[in-house]
């Protein structure tokens, strides 16, 4: 079935550090998404791709989504303690489900 | 934005007992809703669609007998674990689907029920 792989699965950087993190899958998705994950609570939607090639920036965030459909990344700038946190990526097969990557746990310290 | 409230936050139960979770969504209609389960450091897996007045659709190997779904509005969706066990023990997420957004598929997430079956 489709997966979507994430990596890294761990990021520790430095407030202020730009961070990189990427998401790639075996399937061709039509729609990406960027999602973030506090502890103990529900994803809440950074970026949405829509289409091959789109870079969409949403403040810090910047998010591509690749050119053959299967892969994209999410780049954040200067990160803060407040990035702290799991992000995943991702896409929907079959209309409106969605399947999610493994999620990359970012930590930020000060 | 949509709005969407889940209730309890938290339970803790025994063994045996069923537990019922409610999902809301709070300012718009949502005639479909989905339910996830995540367990402790793994990404959320769909374990069912919930369509408002008709059947849930269920995920390969997920039970329906035993997490039973009812979307009986179009504003509210129950999960309920039925005669949990331990392993049934997990993090359990909803989310809803707002049909006037006609550009996009977005799904818009709860908070989330942590459940702990003892």
């Known amino acids: 079935g489709q997966q979507l792989n994430q990596s890294p699965q761990s990021m520790f950087i430095q407030e202020g550090e730009d961070v990189s993190m990427n998401c790639t899958s075996s399937?061709?998705?039509?729609?990406w998404l960027w999602y973030k994950q506090d502890p103990g609570e529900g994803p809440v939607l950074l970026i949405a791709?829509?289409?091959?090639?789109e870079l969409t920036s949403n403040g810090r965030l910047t998010a591509q989504f690749g050119i053959t459909r299967k892969d994209s990344f999410l780049n954040i700038s200067a990160s803060i303690p407040s990035d702290v946190g799991i992000y995943f990526c991702?896409?929907?097969?079959?209309?409106?489900?969605?399947?999610f990557g493994t999620g990359t746990r970012l930590q930020v310290f000060p | 934005g949509a709005v969407v409230s889940q209730h309890p936050s938290w339970v803790i139960c025994k063994s045996g007992t069923s537990v019922k979770i409610e999902c809301r969504s709070l300012?718009?209609?949502?005639?479909?809703m989905f339910w996830y389960r995540q367990f402790p450091k793994q990404s959320l897996m769909l374990m069912a669609t919930?369509?408002?007045?008709?059947?849930?659709?269920?995920e390969q190997g997920v039970e329906k007998d035993k997490f039973l779904i009812n979307h009986a509005s179009l504003t509210l969706s129950t999960l309920t674990v039925t005669s949990a066990h331990p392993e049934d023990s997990s993090f359990y997420i909803c989310?809803?689907?707002?049909?006037?957004?006609?550009?996009?598929?977005?799904?818009?997430f709860g908070p989330g029920t942590r459940l702990t079956v003892l």
């Open positions: 989310s809803a689907r707002d049909p006037s957004e006609l550009l996009s598929n977005e799904q818009f």
């Open positions: 399937s061709i998705f039509n729609t």
């Open positions: 791709l829509y289409k091959a090639g």
């Open positions: 991702a896409g929907f097969y079959n209309t409106d489900k969605l399947i």
């Open positions: 300012d718009f209609q949502a005639t479909t």
């Open positions: 919930s369509n408002e007045g008709s059947k849930a659709t269920y």
